[in-house]
């Protein structure tokens, strides 16, 4: 079966502009996570979204937002980018929740200039 | 709150050795514990996870890791290093409640392994 597809792989934005990353989850799956990873700060934890409801967040600013469809596709949107923000960011699906494990995406490489 | 703690950041290994890769947990719930693997421009690949069942968990690629809660430690191994096995590898650890996506990962292991 198709694994988590997450676009683009990768992006280039400018300082200041707004970016918005998608990740289809495995086909039945209904919880989506997103993880930022950097070499200084490793992978950290964003958001995850169950049924369309966020039930849990990181301690990211509000600059990061999140969504999810009733596909259970799911958006980030970074506002207001900053030179900080250039990051792989990861999307993990799956079917409930910890007890059945997550499988992740090939991520999309954002780099800010 | 859960913290992970991979000891040292780089290990090196001769191909057909033992890989032991460490990590130690903190958690003031039952914990449970995940190691991934990730090749260069790709994502997270799960290894093997620890939910309270068996304390040694066997993997994918001939991996397996041990809980051990008196230690607070779940190691990775692998009884013969392959070439194709040089990768970064993280440890996590979730709540153990089981309804959340939160994990929290170690700062990674990067496996080289030298002909």
């Known amino acids: 079966k198709a694994g988590v597809t997450q676009t683009p792989r990768y992006l280039i934005k400018t300082r200041g502009q707004q970016v918005t990353l998608s990740c289809s989850p495995i086909?039945?799956?209904?919880?989506v996570s997103w993880y930022q990873q950097t070499p200084g700060q490793g992978l950290q934890f964003l958001f995850e979204?169950?049924?369309?409801?966020?039930?849990n967040k990181g301690n990211f600013p509000g600059r990061f937002s999140g969504r999810q469809f009733s596909n259970s596709r799911s958006e980030m949107n970074v506002s207001t980018l900053e030179l900080g923000d250039s990051a792989l960011y990861l999307c993990?699906?799956?079917?409930?929740?910890?007890?059945?494990?997550?499988?992740f995406g090939s991520g999309t490489r954002l780099t800010v200039v | 709150a859960q913290s992970v703690t991979q000891l040292g950041s780089h290990v090196s290994v001769s191909e057909g050795a033992l890989v032991l890769l460490r990590c130690n947990y903190s958690?003031?719930?039952?914990?449970?514990l995940f190691w991934y693997v990730q090749y260069p421009n790709q994502g997270l690949q799960l290894l093997l996870k620890?939910?309270?069942?068996?304390?040694l968990v066997k993997g994918i690629n001939g991996f397996e890791a041990e809980f051990k809660k008196s230690e607070t430690s779940f190691h990775l191994t692998k009884p013969s290093a392959h070439m194709s096995d040089a990768a970064e590898y993280f440890c996590?650890?979730?709540?153990?409640?089981?309804?959340?996506?939160?994990?929290?990962f170690g700062q990674g292991t990067t496996l080289q392994v030298k002909p």
């Open positions: 979204y169950f049924s369309e409801t966020q039930r």
């Open positions: 996590a650890v979730s709540d153990g409640s089981g309804n959340t996506g939160k994990l929290i």
């Open positions: 958690s003031s719930v039952p914990p449970y």
């Open positions: 086909s039945g799956h209904r919880s």
């Open positions: 993990a699906s799956s079917f409930r929740d910890t007890d059945y494990g997550y499988t």
């Open positions: 620890y939910t309270s069942a068996a304390t």
